[in-house]
């Protein structure tokens, strides 16, 4: 645990130290938030704001995962990682919540920004199983960097990854829209995410159905973060075996 | 201390390519308390040499010990006992100072809180950097980033250190203070495995090293012993003024000449001709066969570790 919470504090120091990363983490919650209040004719709902911002936190942790650990293998500092005695899983975790902490920045400035630029702070009425829907959803995310920071262990190709799971994975998760909207076959793979059982719950009030979407992703969460474990303690050998861990 | 028996490491290759070789059955031991160099050109294999040792990469086949424990099956238990500096300007976290790059090593190596403080300062202050200690490392030179790199290794005090190329790409005065730093790492005891492309380096601070080509050993032993096995007993060198071509046949084809080369310089070329033990062959033989041609400065010298290096090369690649 204390490992985790070094790597969490190092990596919230390297990010807020990066121009770049802290521009973007700071503007796209806004401009989400922003399209989405116009969408709607500049009365967001408190899902509409909830989703915007889980658009910034989800591209939040899947830059932050991957920028995380091509970072580290681009610095040469992932050997020092998999070269420690200790597992990988609690620097990992530790970064994963790094990334997702600045998703929370993100819902907040998303819900700020809606009250001062448009005048909206949701409606208000049922926010609090929203709230709680969007907070279940960003422990899926966290599951989910854990996850892909082990892929990213093993692949160079973590940007290229990065860059094609972006968009797709908000669509079919229904996190600004419905997913009910798309194809049937895209919702199938939305579920196979934990966001893909989080955000339904968005729109739908406290109760038996609300609490098993919810339940759904709970239960995802708990898988992804065990394969993410499994899968960091294997990427260790693997990545010795392959002699990946260096740029070439 | 540290054991390699038959250790081969291949890489796979891009499609379509055969796949690389970088270690060929290299075996060594090296002793508790030895700083010991391990000498090669570019691909010989001294960097996958350490980065087995350090854990990060698995030998293809044969087995690597450190302090008795496998680097395959015990991994976490040797990197207790390690630490690595690999050399260069990658490694370190930039946007951080030194102070905070050796606290997160620190916690990666587990050092309890109440002595952390006291160790980074320690360590900080072995490797001369205890005045840099709060300034980002984008700041730092090529030489303060490799003692920062050799601080972070010692920081967890490890019984055995790797370095590799720790002195490339500094200026003389950065690099005679590493060597120093090298030293002083034998006075406290650690074991010390070093590769090297400065053969003056190896020279100095090496108990004993080998010399490895296309993944073997080549040679193996003391620095004096190493310089004494090859067949060179004498270099003789000669400043030519003219076109040296003609020069490079006629000495080539004296008596007991091992090898020639041309080292060139601004004022002339400089043949570096290596003369086997107990021959007869010397400057007058040389300047005989050159009379044709305008020669500067000439001179006898007793054969370095690089003569040696250069002719166990030389002796393998035919």
Known sequence: MRLA????????????????????????????????????????????????????????????????????RYSGTLELLVGAPRSLVAPVFGFSLATVTLGVYSLVAAWIWSVLAFRTGGDGGDALPTVIAALVSMAGLVAVGVLLAGVYVVTRKAMELTNVLEYPIWLICGVLFPSSMLWPPFVVLGRLI??????????LPLGAEWGGYLGASLVLTAVYL????????RVDTLARVRGTLRLR | MIELSEVTRTFAARRGA???????????????????????????????????LATLLTPTEGTARVDGLDVVT??????????VA?????????RLSARDNLRFAAQLYDLPRREMKGR??????VVGLGAAADQRVEAFSRGMKQRLHIARALIHDPDVLFLDE?????????????RELVLDLRLRGKTVLLTTHYMFEADQLCDRLAVIAAGRVIALDTPDAVKESVRVGSVLEVDVLDDHTGALEAVSDLPDVVSVHVEQNDAANRLVIRVAAGSGTGLTDVLHVLSAVQTGTVFERRPTLEDAYIALLEAKAS
């Open chain 2, 86 to 94: 690999f050399g260069g300007e990658r490694g370190l976290y930039d």
């Open chain 2, 18 to 52: 055969a796949p690389v070789r970088a270690l060929d059955g290299l075996t060594l031991d090296i002793e508790r308390g030895e700083i010991f160099g391990l000498l090669g050109p570019n691909g010989a294999g001294k960097t996958t040499t350490v980065r087995i």
């Open chain 2, 74 to 83: 015990d991994a976490a238990d040797v990197r207790r006992r390690i630490g």
């Open chain 1, 226 to 233: 065990a394969v993410g474990v499994v899968l960091l303690r």
């Open chain 2, 166 to 178: 720790p002195s490339s790409g500094l200026d003389p005065v950065a690099a005679r203070a590493l």
């Open chain 1, 5 to 72: 919470i070094a790597a969490w504090l190092l990596q919230l120091r390297l990010l807020s130290r990066s121009p770049f990363f802290g521009w973007m983490a700071l503007l796209t919650p806004l401009v989400y938030c922003s399209i989405a209040a116009m969408m709607s004719d500049g009365h967001a709902s408190t899902r509409t704001i909830v989703g915007a911002g889980l658009m910034g936190a989800w591209s939040t942790t899947l830059f932050g995962a991957a920028e995380a650990l091509f970072m580290q």
């Open chain 2, 120 to 125: 980074i300062a320690e360590v900080l202050d």
């Open chain 1, 194 to 203: 934990p966001l893909g059982w989080s955000t339904p719950a968005l729109d």
